[in-house]
């Protein structure tokens, strides 16, 4: 998988065909850990369209003979790549900490997940694909059957390098697909070290592949091309849109999880002790780096004061730093322009009015200077119509929203072009019944952080936060496999 270049840096290349080869461009890149900018993690390779194309060619010629394999022959590899994955999860955990910074406890904890993912969707391959159906005909048998897509391009973001390339990948092979990889340039050696567990498992050639590079060339290069039967995609609003309609041009299927302005309800009968650490939790792990991150805080105007003094206890306490140290709570942007965007929301905020109560600038004391930290920041003050409570900044930054009913609070919770996911804190089974029934998201979670979901559970999002499909769990069949109807006389 890899070849020293140096001494304490390696060369990641791509996977072809069941091969690792380095690119046709002979072109690489540095991984850089974001906590301390002198430590290169890895290079990797800045691949082309012929370097796609290769890819594709082998996944198109491979996936015949494993759509014909049984389920539970399939099964059987993502098992014994998930026992792999067991026995790497220190390295591959450590590995995903440089790379884009959060926690090692929280990379852990995201290995454990891609191994359960694999061992759940292993199962996949025994549990059933159709139903009898009874025909008009009583000389006829008629039942349904899933057939795979064929090639599906899967094209990941850099917040969770393990688990969203093993929940979009593992679901698609155990359905007889095979699978070009395109991971996020900050996080390419962890999938890479991913990649190589399937590949110790015994997958077959040309059945899982990764190709490493620009989204504009092989992200973009995977939704046009007309071998690629299906793109599943996760990322910004911006690049989903765009690889959406390049694959509906050509009649390919597709699915993007995208945005979210997530919203948490504080009412006035909350447990606010649990609130408030859930918001910070939800918030603030990760350095807000998730999807599902709360950013809105709505709180009733009875319990604002008192909530808002509990939180900002909270955040007092956050140490942020390298994530392999002991002790740090929060690590750094993953990237320079990832810090320099959260900075400019800070600025936003001030600018259109909002009071700053904490954090919010760039954290250079002592080892910190060395990588893309930032505090916490914390805004009162905040109105609907301000630029920090209507886009998403995906970085640690909380804006706390006063209101007057639980009414309002739904109404502003819902007031977002976004839909993924919201929680609310009460103690009030009619309000918890009615965030239920009225919140426009596709995650909904009472007296819990936003942030979250179980693997056996459908993910997905409303509005402009996807494509309206949903990944994850006995969802996932429906995008990775089509309907045949069976009829036999």
Same mark, same amino acid.
């Given at each position: 998988?890899?070849?020293?270049?140096?001494?304490?840096?390696?060369?990641?290349?791509?996977?072809?065909?069941?091969?690792?080869?380095?690119?046709?461009?002979?072109?690489?890149?540095?991984?850089?850990?974001?906590?301390?900018?002198?430590?290169?993690?890895?290079?990797?390779?800045?691949?082309?369209?012929?370097?796609?194309?290769?890819?594709?060619?082998?996944?198109?010629?491979?996936?015949?003979?494993?759509?014909?394999?049984?389920?539970s022959t399939r099964g059987d590899?993502?098992?014994?790549?998930?026992?792999?994955?067991?026995?790497?999860?220190?390295?591959?955990?450590?590995?995903?900490?440089?790379?884009?910074?959060?926690?090692?406890?929280?990379?852990?904890?995201?290995?454990?997940?891609?191994?359960?993912?694999?061992?759940?969707?292993?199962?996949?391959?025994?549990?059933?694909?159709?139903?009898?159906?009874?025909?008009?005909?009583?000389?006829?048998?008629?039942?349904?059957?899933?057939?795979?897509?064929?090639?599906?391009?899967?094209?990941?973001?850099?917040?969770?390098?393990?688990?969203?390339?093993?929940?979009?990948?593992?679901?698609?092979?155990?359905?007889?697909?095979?699978?070009?990889?395109?991971?996020?340039?900050?996080?390419?050696?962890?999938?890479?070290?991913?990649?190589?567990?399937?590949?110790?498992?015994?997958?077959?050639?040309?059945?899982?592949?990764?190709?490493?590079?620009?989204?504009?060339?092989?992200?973009?290069?995977?939704?046009?091309?007309?071998?690629?039967?299906?793109?599943?995609?996760?990322? *910004?609003?911006?690049?989903?849109? %765009?690889?959406?309609? +390049?694959? !509906?041009?050509? /009649?390919? @299927?597709?699915?993007? &999880?995208?945005?979210?302005?997530?919203?948490?309800?504080?009412?006035?009968?909350?447990?606010?002790?649990?609130?408030?650490?859930?918001?910070?939790?939800?918030?603030?792990?990760?350095?807000?780096?998730?999807?599902?991150?709360?950013?809105?805080?709505?709180?009733?105007?009875?319990?604002?004061?008192?909530?808002?003094?509990?939180?900002?206890?909270?955040?007092?306490?956050?140490?942020?730093?390298?994530?392999?140290?002991?002790?740090?709570?929060?690590?750094?942007?993953?990237?320079?322009?990832?810090?320099?965007?959260?900075? *400019?929301?800070?600025?936003?905020? %001030?600018?259109?009015? +909002?009071? !700053?109560?904490? /954090?919010? @600038?760039?954290?250079? &004391?002592?080892?910190?200077?060395?990588?893309?930290?930032?505090?916490?920041?914390?805004?009162?003050?905040?109105?609907?119509?301000?630029?920090?409570?209507?886009?998403?900044?995906?970085?640690?930054?909380?804006?706390?929203?006063?209101?007057?009913?639980?009414?309002e609070a739904l109404e502003l919770?819902?007031?977002?072009?976004?839909?993924?996911?919201?929680?609310?804190?009460?103690?009030?089974?009619?309000?918890?019944?009615?965030?239920?029934?009225?919140?426009?998201?596709?995650?909904?979670?009472?007296?819990?952080?936003?942030?979250?979901?179980?693997?056996?559970?459908?993910?997905?999002?409303?509005?402009?936060?996807?494509?309206?499909?949903?990944?994850?769990?006995?969802?996932?069949?429906?995008?990775?496999?089509?309907?045949?109807?069976?009829?036999?006389?």
């Amino acid at each position: 998988m890899t070849t020293n270049v140096e001494a304490t840096v390696q060369t990641y290349s791509n996977y072809i065909n069941g091969e690792w080869v380095a690119s046709g461009t002979e072109m690489t890149a540095d991984s850089i850990n974001p906590a301390n900018c002198d430590d290169i993690v890895g290079r990797y390779q800045l691949s082309s369209k012929e370097d796609l194309n290769r890819a594709v060619e082998a996944a198109s010629k491979a996936q015949r003979a494993w759509r014909k394999l049984s389920g539970s022959t399939r099964g059987d590899i993502l098992f014994k790549a998930a026992s792999i994955m067991e026995d790497r999860i220190d390295d591959i955990a450590r590995t995903m900490t440089r790379e884009m910074g959060k926690t090692y406890p929280e990379a852990k904890g995201e290995t454990a997940r891609g191994i359960a993912i694999l061992r759940y969707y292993a199962g996949e391959g025994m549990r059933p694909i159709g139903d009898v159906i009874p025909s008009t005909d009583s000389d006829a048998l008629m039942f349904t059957t899933r057939t795979p897509l064929g090639v599906v391009g899967v094209i990941t973001p850099w917040n969770f390098p393990v688990a969203i390339p093993l929940w979009k990948a593992a679901p698609a092979l155990i359905y007889g697909n095979t699978v070009v990889l395109k991971p996020a340039s900050e996080s390419a050696v962890t999938c890479a070290k991913i990649v190589d567990c399937l590949h110790e498992a015994g997958i077959p050639a040309g059945v899982l592949n990764m190709v490493t590079g620009s989204g504009s060339v092989i992200g973009q290069g995977l939704a046009d091309h007309p071998k690629v039967n299906g793109i599943t995609f996760t990322g *910004s609003n911006t690049v989903g849109k %765009k690889l959406g309609q +390049a694959a !509906l041009s050509r /009649g390919a @299927k597709y699915q993007l &999880e995208m945005g979210g302005k997530n919203p948490v309800i504080v009412a006035e009968d909350a447990d606010l002790d649990l609130a408030a650490e859930a918001t910070v939790s939800g918030g603030l792990k990760s350095t807000g780096q998730k999807c599902t991150a709360t950013s809105r805080v709505i709180v009733h105007a009875a319990v604002y004061d008192e909530f808002r003094e509990k939180l900002l206890a909270k955040v007092a306490e956050i140490k942020v730093g390298d994530g392999l140290e002991d002790g740090t709570w929060m690590g750094p942007s993953a990237s320079k322009g990832q810090l320099n965007t959260v900075l *400019s929301y800070v600025e936003k905020g %001030k600018a259109e009015g +909002a009071k !700053l109560l904490y /954090g919010g @600038k760039r954290s250079e &004391e002592g080892t910190n200077a060395k990588g893309y930290f930032v505090e916490p920041a914390v805004f009162d003050e905040v109105t609907a119509d301000m630029t920090i409570a209507r886009e998403e900044i995906f970085g640690p930054v909380l804006t706390l929203m006063k209101v007057s009913s639980f009414e309002e609070a739904l109404e502003l919770a819902n007031d977002s072009e976004y839909g993924l996911s919201a929680s609310v804190f009460t103690t009030n089974i009619s309000k918890a019944l009615s965030f239920i029934n009225e919140m426009d998201a596709g995650l909904v979670r009472i007296n819990a952080e936003s942030a979250g979901v179980e693997l056996q559970a459908p993910f997905g999002g409303m509005k402009q936060s996807s494509s309206h499909s949903r990944e994850q769990g006995r969802a996932a069949i429906e995008f990775f496999t089509s309907i045949k109807t069976v009829f036999v006389k």
